[in-house]
């Protein structure tokens, strides 16, 4: 089972990731996630938890420390109504699953759910979401746990 950690609309990359810590270590820039909306954020995940979000998750900079240090954190996928267009590919290179979901509204913070990947659902004691499966050259970098393992294999085959 994972944890649900709600948030709302257009949290972007800075909230994520705050610009004022980028000169840490990553290990350090960790304790700083989602802070100023979620305190205590990186505290309080666990390895398999999942991110339920509004519109427009990841805008603003591409800053790849944000989904970078989601996964760090344990976060299994980002379930969001809509996603920036590079967070959504730098999630994938990271190896951080994005699922978009139609509606986020059913979910409530901390509740427990079980993700199926394999038919593309979350389940909750509220009921069953579909969410847009990945496919492809997408899939295979997340399943390979991103984009550097991902080439790793490639090389290796040939």
């Known amino acids: 089972m994972a944890r ?53 998750f990841g805008s603003g900079s591409s800053r790849e420390q944000a989904p970078l240090i989601l996964k760090r954190l344990g ?3 980002v379930l969001a109504k809509s996603f920036s267009r590079l967070f959504f590919r730098n999630a994938i290179n990271v ?26 659902r979350v389940i909750s004691s509220g009921g069953q979401w579909i969410f847009m499966p990945l496919s492809g050259i997408a899939l295979d970098i997340i399943n390979s746990g991103g984009m550097v393992e991902f080439a790793r294999t490639m090389v290796g085959k040939n």
């Open 4 to 56: 649900v950690f709600l948030m709302g609309n257009d949290i972007d990359t800075d909230t994520i990731a705050p610009g004022g810590y980028l000169h840490l270590p990553l290990e350090q820039q960790m304790s700083h996630c989602l802070e100023s909306v979620y305190p205590n954020f990186s505290h309080l995940v666990r390895v398999g938890d999942v991110v339920v979000a509004g519109e427009n």
């Open 95 to 120: 190896g951080l699953y994005p699922g978009i979901l139609k509606d986020t509204s059913a979910f409530r913070d901390g509740e427990e759910v079980q993700i199926d990947m394999e038919n593309h």
């Open 75 to 77: 976060i299994r996928m």
